[in-house]
């Protein structure tokens, strides 16, 4: 199993623990304290970690890298929690170069992340932008251009996949999957 942190797992500032009196304050965990947490569910098994975010590549069959892509802001956390995602500019970089490092020794490639990667709905970066990546439509082209065809994503909690092709011949394939409760 892997993981890859969502909205609400780091430096959250409205973290909640539940008992039978009730909603409490819960403890914060930082970036570092998740990775080792879930040390089991990836970080271990990771071949290569991304130094500006908890993003990280495992090849869970011999010949398929996993992109575990951090998509969470929580480092801009403050008051309240940022729900929206991003890929940063740091993160995108890393990630192409572990995606042409992937193409040069024939390795096929999926990715994973909390945000969607392509809008699911006609507009749903304008209505709903809390369910997809700033900027989705540029980094998904620059992604799949660089050989990530296919990405299961989460945070809406339903279950839909879609695929956009641009223009130049590029595809990707967002499989968004809902929660255990969902």
């Known amino acids: 199993p892997y993981v890859i942190p969502g909205n609400h797992d780091v430096d959250n500032p409205q973290a909640t623990r539940y008992d039978r009196n009730g909603a409490h304050p819960a403890q914060r965990i930082g970036a570092r304290e998740f990775a080792r947490l879930y040390d089991p569910f990836g970080y271990r098994q990771a071949i290569a970690r991304d130094p500006h975010s908890l993003s990280y590549v495992a090849e869970p069959v011999a010949g398929y890298w996993l992109f575990a892509i951090d998509s969470c802001r929580y480092g801009e956390n403050n008051a309240r929690r940022i729900d929206t995602g991003r890929i940063s500019a740091g993160t995108l970089k890393w990630l192409m170069g572990k995606l042409e490092e ?73 499989v968004q999957t809902g929660s255990l409760v969902s």
Do not use: C
């Not at 809008?119 to 439509?137: K, T």
């Open 102 to 174: 992937a193409g040069k020794l024939g390795k096929q490639t999926l990715g994973m992340m909390h945000h969607g990667m392509l809008e699911h709905s006609l507009g749903q970066a304008s209505y709903f932008p809390d369910f997809v990546i700033e900027d989705w439509d540029r980094v998904g082209q620059q992604l799949a251009r660089s050989g990530l065809n296919l990405v299961f994503t989460g945070h809406t909690h339903t279950q839909n996949i879609t695929r956009k092709v641009w223009p130049q011949g590029e595809a990707l394939i967002d």
